[in-house]
Structure formats: C-alpha cells, structure tokens
C-alpha cells in the first residue's frame, strides 16, 4: 500500500526555518518524480517543487532561492528545507506522487503537515 | 503562468443530480489536464487524467471530457460522498497551476 507522511510543520516566526518530513512506504521515492504541494487556509492548492528521479529539481517563483527540495535514498524520504519564512508562506504542506516517469498530475498524496509563520 | 478558472464557484445539488463542472486554460494545454476531489481536512484525491481517464476505484459516475482550453467535469448522478470541493489541474507547462476550486454543496 502506498504511503506518505509528512511531519515537521509548526509555528515559526517570520524570517525562520522548517524541514519538513515526507516518510514514503509502498514504493521507492527516487523512482517517481515528487512534488510539494500547499494550501493557505480556506484557499486552493498551490504547486510548490518537484525533484526529479535523476535529482533535477524546479521551483515555483514563490519560493525560489528559500526552499531546496531533496530526498534521501536510504530513508526513502522526501524533504522540504524552507528558509527566510514569511507570513505567505503559512499553509498545509502536502507531498505528492507523480505517476512513474511523468511529472504531470499527482496520483498520491500525503495527508499534510501545517506550517504556520507569524510572531 | 497558465492560469486555470473554473465555473462555477460552488454549486447547490441534490442526490441524483447531474453536475458539470468546467475548467478553462489561457493556453492550450492540450490533454494535460487532471481532476481532483478534496473533502474538508484531507488531502486532493486524483479523479481524472488526461482530461478524460478515470483513475482506478473512482466510481464510472464521473467523467471527463475536453482539450485545448476546455474542459468539463461531470458527475452524472450526485451520491452523498460526492460533496467535496473539486480541483482542475494543467500538467503541460511548470508552474504547474490549478483552478481555484468548485465546492459542490448540498441544496
């Protein structure tokens, strides 16, 4: 059964740093392409960053030069290191699946990990 | 960026009722296009892809259909699970960007 988990959201203060966690079982995240995904509350869905199998990564402008997209092998995990956080940043994080060797749509999704910027 | 608008906003239904959802792109995209349900706290769930091919599990009352700029999302008879908010989604180009949403309310 495939699965994703994120963890590391919280409350940060503007300017700050999260990492956040997406824990994948199921399948191998370095054969899919992965992406994050946010939403504001009460908003719609945002595309945030995808990595590629081959460790190509691309950034929505929002984000760029703040966030770095990488996973571990390993741990057959995905991460989303934020920097420089601002209060537009706030949102629920999901990470999602793209189906095997396209980076079109997104056929799994994670359940989600707040994150919250304010002082 | 492509942007995607869906209409309308939010829709009042009944069970059994057909709906239609729609979702223009200021390109063509082509097929690139999927649909997504969301229920209140949890995570899109993957309907449709391709503009018109219906996932695995998803019940055969829901279809999809257009390419180009013009897509449509129907649900031919509205059951109970059904009320959610719907998402379209554009995969031709990065970012990759979706509608703003059609939540499908209870009348």
């Known amino acids: 059964e495939v699965r994703l988990v994120e963890s590391g959201g919280g409350l940060i203060q503007p300017g700050g740093s999260l990492r956040l966690s997406c824990a994948a079982s199921g399948f191998t995240v370095s054969n899919h392409y992965m992406s994050w995904v946010r939403q504001a509350p009460g908003k719609g869905l945002e595309w945030v960053s995808i990595?590629?199998?081959?460790?190509?990564?691309v950034y929505a402008d929002s984000v760029k030069g703040r966030f770095t997209i990488s996973r571990d092998n390993p741990a057959n995990t995905l991460y989303l290191q934020m920097n420089n956080l601002r209060a537009e940043d706030t949102a629920v994080y999901y990470c999602?699946?793209?189906?095997?060797?396209?980076?079109?749509?997104?056929?799994?999704w994670g359940q989600g990990t707040l994150v919250a910027v304010s002082s | 960026d492509i942007q995607m608008t869906q209409s309308p906003s939010s829709v009042s239904a009944s069970v059994g009722d057909r709906v239609t959802i729609t979702c223009r792109a200021s390109?063509?995209?082509?097929?690139?296009l999927a649909w997504y349900q969301q229920k209140p706290g949890k995570a899109p769930k993957l309907l449709i892809s391709?503009?018109?091919s219906l996932e695995s599990g998803v019940p055969s009352r829901f279809s999809g259909s257009g390419s180009g700029t013009d897509f449509t999302l129907t649900i031919s008879s509205l059951q109970p699970e059904d009320f959610a908010t719907y998402y379209c989604?554009?995969?031709?180009?990065?970012?990759?960007?979706f509608g703003q949403g059609t939540k499908v309310e209870m009348k």
């Open positions: 391709a503009a018109s």
């Open positions: 390109q063509d995209i082509r097929s690139w």
């Open positions: 999602a699946r793209h189906p095997r060797y396209i980076s079109s749509w997104f056929d799994f």
């Open positions: 990595l590629y199998s081959g460790g190509g990564t």
């Open positions: 989604q554009q995969a031709n180009d990065f970012p990759r960007t």
